[in-house]
């Protein structure tokens, strides 16, 4: 373990008491479980999404979609239209859509907001390539991005190994007790919001993370990722949002993952799919669907236009991202004027 971080504490012992579930959530803002998933499960689905991976040209040929080795030209992230291309094949994999609802997990959720739960349709994967550590996602509270209610939990899960160097999660513990949306900026990185610098301190927490292994937590704990590292190795997870099924919900969390970005609709993700089991298995939920709340993306936007101004180069990639993303939307527009003011190339 480095020591510039404290270990997680493990919640197996208490898997079975939903009352101490619920009361080890409300103090410390986590819980960690080792091996909660099935192993030999797990290791299937990191076989078809890398095998996806790598046929997408992201994975050096001739080596085993199993380890990951990523080819380091090919490095894009989320925000780079290029990343849609592999991203969106991997996310129409029906095997990637049903790990959100393995028994294991919905288990342990139900437990956890003591009743029925609604996975949300919004599946995510994340995609992170060695040695892009200027774009690891940056401290920050989840309700910005997935909104809907405080109540809904996110369950990370390393789809292989994930020690410490390979670029894991960690987390603020007792950060959710603010009870509030804390103050966040423009940054790169997934979601390209971070906290203030006043908000992030803390004993941050973190572990080497196993294969099966599961962290969850609300949507006000603070967490970060930790910077992919290794020389080579791509970092694969599942992150996906739980909660109770009658629970206020965004409709953006509806939609398939980084649509926004390059169209995919659901029936394109289902069209290779051998069940129709899944398929659109919200409807009817009995959930409340609010519209999505712009804010907290409009203020990054102009947080990143003043950046840009003052010559960050980050704020100045996000604005280029927005003009190839959609030059005619009000954004796009934007940030062309202001990088040909400031007179950089798109």
Same mark, same amino acid.
């Given at each position: 373990?480095?020591?510039?971080?404290?270990?997680?504490?493990?919640?197996?012992? *208490?898997?079975?008491?939903?009352?101490?579930?619920?009361?080890?959530?409300?103090?410390?803002?986590?819980?960690?479980?080792?091996?909660?998933?099935? *192993?030999?499960?797990?290791?299937?689905?990191?076989?078809?999404?890398?095998?996806? !991976?790598?046929?997408?040209?992201?994975?050096?040929?001739?080596?085993?979609?199993?380890?990951?080795?990523?080819?380091?030209?090919?490095?894009?992230?989320?925000?780079?239209?290029?990343?849609?291309?592999?991203?969106?094949?991997?996310?129409?994999?029906?095997?990637?859509?049903?790990?959100?609802?393995?028994?294991?997990?919905?288990? /342990?959720?139900?437990? !956890?907001?003591?009743?029925?739960?609604?996975?949300?349709?919004?599946?995510?994967?994340?995609?992170?390539?060695?040695?892009?550590?200027?774009?690891?996602?940056?401290?920050?509270?989840?309700?910005?991005?997935?909104?809907?209610?405080?109540?809904?939990?996110?369950?990370?899960?390393?789809?292989?190994?994930?020690?410490?160097?390979?670029?894991?999660?960690?987390?603020?513990?007792?950060?959710?007790?603010?009870?509030?949306?804390?103050?966040?900026?423009?940054?790169?990185?997934?979601?390209?919001?971070?906290?203030?610098?006043?908000?992030?301190?803390?004993?941050?927490?973190?572990?080497?993370?196993?294969?099966?292994? /599961?962290?969850?937590?609300?949507?006000?704990?603070?967490?970060?990722?930790?910077?992919?590292?290794?020389?080579?190795?791509?970092?694969?997870?599942?992150?996906?949002?739980?909660?109770?099924?009658?629970?206020?919900?965004?409709?953006?969390?509806?939609?398939?993952?980084?649509?926004?970005?390059?169209?995919?609709?659901?029936?394109?993700?289902? /069209?290779?799919?051998?069940?129709?089991?899944?398929?659109?298995?919200?409807?009817?939920?009995?959930?409340?669907?609010?519209?999505?709340?712009?804010?907290?993306?409009?203020?990054?936007?102009?947080?990143?236009?003043?950046?840009?101004?003052?010559?960050?180069?980050?704020?100045?990639?996000?604005?280029?991202?927005?003009?190839?993303?959609?030059?005619?939307?009000?954004?796009?527009?934007?940030?062309?004027?202001?990088?040909?003011?400031?007179?950089?190339? !798109?």
């Amino acid at each position: 373990m480095n020591a510039r971080f404290n270990e997680l504490r493990v919640s197996n012992d *208490v898997l079975n008491d939903p009352p101490e579930l619920r009361r080890r959530m409300n103090a410390e803002g986590y819980l960690f479980f080792k091996r909660l998933h099935n *192993v030999d499960q797990l290791r299937e689905l990191r076989l078809r999404m890398m095998t996806r !991976i790598q046929n997408g040209g992201w994975l050096l040929p001739d080596t085993d979609p199993m380890d990951g080795i990523a080819d380091p030209s090919k490095a894009c992230t989320e925000g780079d239209l290029e990343y849609t291309d592999v991203y969106h094949d991997v996310y129409k994999l029906e095997a990637f859509h049903r790990s959100a609802h393995w028994p294991e997990v919905m288990d /342990a959720i139900e437990k !956890i907001v003591g009743g029925p739960a609604l996975p949300h349709p919004q599946k995510v994967a994340r995609l992170w390539f060695p040695q892009f550590t200027q774009h690891t996602t940056p401290a920050h509270q989840d309700f910005v991005h997935f909104q809907g209610n405080f109540e809904t939990y996110t369950a990370w899960s390393p789809v292989g190994d994930c020690p410490i160097d390979l670029g894991g999660l960690a987390v603020l513990p007792g950060s959710h007790k603010v009870g509030r949306v804390l103050d966040h900026r423009f940054s790169l990185g997934a979601g390209q919001l971070k906290l203030t610098g006043e908000d992030e301190t803390g004993d941050w927490t973190t572990t080497d993370y196993e294969i099966g292994d /599961a962290l969850i937590f609300p949507a006000l704990t603070v967490h970060r990722a930790l910077p992919n590292l290794t020389e080579d190795r791509l970092r694969l997870s599942l992150d996906n949002r739980y909660q109770a099924k009658e629970a206020t919900i965004s409709e953006h969390v509806l939609t398939p993952h980084l649509d926004s970005y390059n169209p995919l609709t659901w029936e394109e993700v289902y /069209a290779d799919w051998e069940s129709e089991e899944l398929k659109y298995y919200w409807k009817g939920a009995g959930a409340t669907v609010i519209p999505k709340d712009n804010r907290y993306a409009q203020k990054g936007f102009q947080d990143a236009v003043e950046l840009a101004k003052r010559g960050d180069e980050g704020a100045q990639l996000h604005l280029r991202r927005a003009v190839l993303k959609d030059p005619n939307s009000e954004e796009g527009k934007a940030a062309r004027a202001v990088l040909e003011q400031i007179g950089v190339e !798109i």
